[in-house]
């Protein structure tokens, strides 16, 4: 908080030489202007406080802004919260899944990995990744996110 402040001081401080370069300083030479007080001279020290503290000011603003603006990921459990037993079951009869990859879809759906899957129904992750591999064709899409995106518009 006292770094801000400091900061925001020294911003006012510089704001004010701009103001009074820019009202006095149309016609002059700068040597002119200091001479007559318009713009304050400083040494190196205040001149390197105000450099470190507008700094740090740009990082404190830009992580503002950046955690304002950046797109939070959405998971799978909340989108698929809204599809029912009944919608998936119709979307895989409508593509022709057979038993196994309807199983393997449910599990999918629910954002369980291919290591998962395979320990949950005593079968080999390979042949996990061959039914995903055939749900994905019969689907025609290439990952879940377009699956779930694909049964939510059917």
Excluded: W
Aim: aromatic share 8%.
């Amino acid at each position: 908080m006292f770094l801000r402040l400091v900061g925001i001081l020294g911003l006012m401080t510089v704001f004010e030489d701009i103001l009074a370069g820019l009202y006095y300083g149309l016609n002059n030479d700068v040597a002119s202007l200091v001479t007559s007080g318009a713009i304050r001279s400083r040494n190196i020290g205040e001149s390197v406080s105000q450099i470190v503290v507008a700094a740090y000011l740009i990082v404190v603003a830009a992580r503002f802004f950046v955690d304002k603006i950046t797109v939070k990921p959405i998971s799978y459990e909340a989108l698929t919260g809204e599809l029912s037993e009944e919608v998936i079951d119709a979307y895989a009869t409508s593509i022709g899944l057979s038993l196994r990859e309807r199983e393997i879809l449910g599990f999918l759906l629910k954002e369980k990995s291919t290591q998962e899957i395979s320990e949950l129904l005593f079968i080999s992750t390979g042949t996990v990744k061959s039914h995903t591999h055939n749900i994905y064709q019969k689907a025609d899409v290439s990952n879940r996110m377009q699956l779930l995106q694909k049964i939510r518009c059917s």
